[in-house]
């Protein structure tokens, strides 16, 4: 079952691919846009490959750095079409700053308003592999999945400054990425328990029955969703047998927490929508 809920402070009610809202800090504000570009960084690995969390966040600003530079040449390749290429999205002006495009031009100035997202999946696993055999592991990876997202919203913001064009971070993947990535990790590091073992890596926030509660989930992931400007995704297995009282109950205790889109399932339907 998947839930949008109320639209949350900030964030505009446009939503990208089913799942994320467009921030409300874009270079022009409005309506009429859509997502233009969008790459999915696979934390896991690349928590996997350093084995060590200062030269994770290293090798961290290397891997969105190349990312960017796929977005932007994205951005360029579609530069070049004419408004008559898309004669019903720029033809008919639906798309932010076409309005006033003839039929010969190209569509640049209208794209630039449009969103390019930075898109992770398995912050938990990553997390898991960096901090294997710590002490108080609770704890620690509390602060190394805020410490992660803070600083890849903070670099997507850089970016933004940089280049004065709309990246965002999403807190959401396509699927398939989530089980494509986890195959061939495991060719590269073998089975790892919490990290490759499952068939997907976490996609967005993800809660299983062998992690902490719901007011966990609550108080944490509120915290998370602030450093996605392109959204977010919060999944939950829940427990079988669940009354449908008590799932409204916890519809409601999501949206009191600020949390805009919910996808809830049971163990055996992970992945339907």
Known sequence: ????????????????AGTCYFSSGLRVPGKGRGNIASLTINLPRLALSTENEE????????LMRLAVRQLLHRFEVLSVLKCRDLPFVMGKGLYLGSENLAAEENIKSSLLNGLMTLCFCGLREAV?????????????????????????????????????????????????????????????????EG????EYYSNGFMLFQEDEGLAYKLEWEKELHRCCTAGFSSRTVLSPGLE??????????????GIGFLHLSSGTDLFVQ
């Open 1 to 16: 079952v998947t839930i949008s809920l109320p639209d949350l402070p900030g964030h505009s009610s446009t939503a990208h």
């Open 55 to 62: 030269l994770f966040f290293v090798e961290l600003d290397r």
């Open 128 to 192: 898991r592999a960096l901090t294997k055999g710590q002490d108080g592991y609770k704890e620690n990876a509390k602060r190394l999945q805020l410490r992660i997202l803070a600083h890849m919203g903070k670099r997507v913001k850089e970016f933004n400054e940089e280049y004065d064009l709309n990246f965002a971070l999403c807190g959401a993947a396509e699927e398939t990425k989530t089980k494509r990535f986890v195959q061939l990790d495991r060719q590269n590091f073998g089975l790892i």
């Open 195 to 198: 990290v490759t073992e499952r």
């Open 244 to 257: 449908a009282g008590g799932v409204m109950d916890f519809i409601k205790k999501i949206g009191a927490a």
